[in-house]
């Protein structure tokens, strides 16, 4: 069964008893809008937490199965009048982008002829209206206006500057299309609002222009009786325009930042083939990558894009992986080796088998990143939307008490200058800046981040960032290249290649960094590796086993105090090798020390710089490594780090992290890219892994640097 796309996806499994589906939410404008359904969705029966994403209209809930269903969730959001559907879990990421492009044109292409035509109307009403304003020739602020109004004044027919009712009547005609059309979807959301007992950004604009229209219409209208009761006839037709056309205008900027927010996800999809070779008995054909499953052998030729994450079963080539890696550099891949998604093979065919298809493929966890970093909110997003639920009904209450203010303290006309003040608090206040503006920057940001390879996964991530006080570097794969070389041998009893040849044996089976540097160097001096009887893993320590009845140790010097090895003849040479920035192991055969290898793993050229920008900013920068203290120091000499804390077996880096936090008093952001970073990664205050690390640490942080 086909797995959903990450775009798409309808429910998935979130933790014992949770699943977590997305709904796609169609009618929110505004914060208000966002945080309404919200609220509804938080107070549904079953529902475990929920995310409304203005910009990207998606809810993401957690829910009980066995209380709700999506389809109830689906009929939360519609009672509060606001359209809600499920995705369809069988389309695919591209279909669905392609979808929401199509929309936000079709909004974007409304929006722009509903603005063209409110903002021509009320530029036409501006002119009309000047013979009916009433300028004071003493007002310092309107005197630069006065030669306006004067030439304005003389374009028109005496008879409708002598007889204004008939501008009134003009002005009326020009504003019906801006209140009746242009603006229409303000009235019909505040009304839809109004039946569903709630008030939002549509509900101040409603309500202040169509109390200024009204009261304008009457004015039009029943000139003659406002004229008889000494209230002056004053109109507001242009005022009505201009207002609708300025809202309209931040909803067509805001559906193009909309638009903007899915360019990086786009981006990411861009880069993967619509079409994989697939290899059979009767031979090869293209297929669509959809189709591509666990198992299928697939054909890749030179200049293509490897279509799914997978292994080398023959061939040979080179694959540039630099839109993971950042790295110019291509790898070479052989029979053995794996290949990752969306990756470009250069010069040699590839026969693949796929490992990995759809969602699970390194990209699409990529794109899924970026997903929820764009669907997450910042703790400052937070108390805007709370802010913006309630400031629309504190601001209606704001109004009705100017009227009544007004009504009872202003000069006559009282009730002319109680609507005017009453209208005006409704026009000028509007939540929305406050509530996109976060969002906004969110969006912005994760999408540039994403372009520059900084996956950010949510907007928390991003603000805490901001209060990092101490940055913990992890030394192997982040300071240096990860990439260690065999620099030193020290043979005490035998010879060299029988002191590599124990070693190797043991390290070929070992997944630390340090190993393939062993056996590389066992490899080009054409030692041959046996398969050792017995292997163990001493975490932070080293390993050991049996090699041809031989017990064999390779480690630091913790594990040389294990396996009852005297050191002592062999600690100045170690401290010598530590202290130049290698990392000494020691080898033990049958319980006596054989030699010493040393590995060094050369330092970033970028390293350097980094630390020193780090101090420039005036962080605290610490290493921290389970490697040896001298070994660690000498390298932390190199880049410039003055603070080292060496010899950390995993379980204590999450120690480390928590002391140096002290209690929360300090804002703490660790820098590591291997399995044993990843608890000390969930620790910090802020994770961030290294593109070039394995999965599990990626998963781990909230922020993932790929090149």
């Given at each position: 069964m086909k797995s959903a796309s990450p775009l798409t996806r309808a429910a998935v499994s979130d933790g014992p008893g949770q699943l977590s589906c997305d709904i796609d939410v169609s009618g929110m404008t505004c914060a208000a809008c966002s945080a309404r359904v919200q609220r509804s969705l938080e107070h549904s029966p079953g529902v475990g937490s929920a995310n409304v994403n203005l910009m990207t209209n998606v809810a993401t809930v957690r829910y009980d199965p066995a209380v709700t269903t999506p389809g109830t969730l689906v009929d939360t959001i519609r009672e509060t009048g606001y359209g809600a559907e499920l995705p369809v879990p069988e389309r695919g990421a591209e279909e669905a982008l392609a979808d929401q492009d199509s929309a936000r044109r079709e909004e974007s292409q409304i929006l722009r002829r509903k603005f063209s035509l409110a903002a021509f109307v009320a530029v036409i009403s501006m002119v009309f209206g000047m013979p009916l304003a009433s300028f004071d020739a003493n007002d310092w602020l309107m005197r630069p206006m006065m030669p306006v109004v004067r030439a304005v004044t003389g374009i028109f027919p005496a008879s409708l500057v002598q007889h204004p009712s008939y501008l009134r009547w003009i002005l009326l005609a020009l504003s019906v299309p801006v209140v009746g059309w242009a603006g229409s979807q303000f009235y019909v959301r505040a009304w839809k609002g109004f039946r569903h007992h709630s008030a939002d950004m549509n509900t101040l604009i409603a309500i202040g222009t169509g109390a200024a229209f009204l009261f304008s219409l009457a004015m039009t209208v029943e000139a003659d009786w406002f004229l008889r009761h000494a209230i002056p006839v004053q109109v507001y037709f242009e005022a009505i325009s201009w207002i609708i056309a300025l809202v309209l205008l931040g909803n067509l900027l805001e559906a193009r930042a909309r638009g903007r927010t899915a360019d990086a996800v786009r981006g990411l999809i861009g880069l993967r083939p619509a079409t994989a070779r697939i290899v059979t008995p009767e031979g090869e054909h293209d297929i669509p990558l959809a189709d591509v499953e666990v198992g299928d052998e697939l054909r890749v030729r030179p200049g293509e894009r490897v279509p799914v994450d997978g292994e080398v079963l023959d061939g040979a080539s080179t694959v540039d992986e630099s839109m993971l890696t950042g790295e110019p550099m291509p790898v070479s891949k052989h029979a053995g080796d794996s290949v990752v998604g969306a990756t470009l093979n250069r010069n040699g065919a590839l026969r693949i088998r796929a490992t990995r298809v759809r969602g699970d493929t390194v990209l699409s966890r990529i794109i899924s990143l970026v997903q929820q970093a764009q669907g997450t909110r910042a703790p400052i997003q937070r108390l805007a939307d709370r802010v913006s639920a309630v400031f629309v009904p504190v601001v209606i209450s704001i109004s009705i008490l100017t009227f009544v203010l007004w009504i009872d303290f202003s000069p006559a006309p009282a009730a002319l200058h109680a609507l005017t003040a009453a209208v005006t608090v409704l026009i000028i206040a509007c939540p929305c800046a406050m509530g996109l503006a976060v969002p906004t920057a969110v969006m912005v940001a994760t999408g540039r981040g994403a372009e520059f390879g900084i996956l950010v996964k949510g907007g928390e991530a991003l603000e805490r960032a901001h209060d990092v006080q101490t940055v913990i570097l992890d030394k192997t794969g982040t300071v240096t290249e990860g990439a260690p070389t065999l620099t030193d041998l020290v043979a005490e009893q035998g010879s060299e290649e029988e002191l590599l040849a124990f070693a190797a044996a043991l390290e070929r089976l070992s997944e630390h960094p340090l190993a393939d540097a062993i056996v590389a160097a066992a490899t080009?001096?054409?030692?041959?590796?046996?398969?050792?009887?017995?292997?163990?893993?001493?975490?932070?320590?080293?390993?050991?086993?049996?090699?041809?009845?031989?017990?064999?140790?390779?480690?630091?010097?913790?594990?040389?105090?294990?396996?009852?090895?005297?050191?002592?003849?062999?600690?100045?040479?170690?401290?010598?090798?530590?202290?130049?920035?290698?990392?000494?192991?020691?080898?033990?055969?049958?319980?006596?020390?054989?030699?010493?290898?040393?590995?060094?793993?050369?330092?970033?050229?970028?390293?350097?710089?980094?630390?020193?920008?780090?101090?420039?900013?005036?962080?605290?920068?610490?290493?921290?490594?389970?490697?040896?203290?001298?070994?660690?120091?000498?390298?932390?000499?190199?880049?410039?780090?003055?603070?080292?804390?060496?010899?950390?077996?995993?379980?204590?880096?999450?120690?480390?992290?928590?002391?140096?936090?002290?209690?929360?008093?300090?804002?703490?952001?660790?820098?590591?890219?291997?399995?044993?970073?990843?608890?000390?990664?969930?620790?910090?205050?802020?994770?961030?892994?290294?593109?070039?690390g394995t999965d599990t640490a990626m998963e781990t942080a909230t922020i993932t640097l790929m090149n």
């Open positions: 080009e001096r054409g030692i041959a590796l046996v398969e050792p009887d017995s292997f163990q893993i001493h975490k932070g320590k080293g390993i050991s086993g049996s090699v041809k009845g031989r017990g064999v140790a390779v480690g630091n010097a913790k594990l040389m105090q294990e396996v009852g090895a005297d050191l002592a003849s062999h600690s100045r040479r170690a401290d010598e090798l530590a202290q130049g920035g290698r990392t000494p192991l020691f080898v033990a055969v049958d319980g006596r020390v054989m030699g010493l290898l040393a590995v060094s793993d050369p330092i970033k050229p970028t390293s350097r710089q980094a630390v020193a920008e780090l101090y420039a900013l005036g962080l605290d920068v610490v290493m921290l490594t389970g490697d040896h203290l001298r070994t660690a120091e000498g390298v932390a000499r190199q880049v410039g780090i003055r603070r080292v804390l060496a010899e950390v077996l995993p379980e204590r880096k999450l120690e480390e992290v928590r002391r140096l936090q002290d209690g929360g008093a300090v804002v703490v952001a660790m820098v590591g890219d291997g399995l044993n970073d990843a608890p000390a990664l969930a620790q910090a205050d802020v994770g961030v892994a290294m593109g070039t």
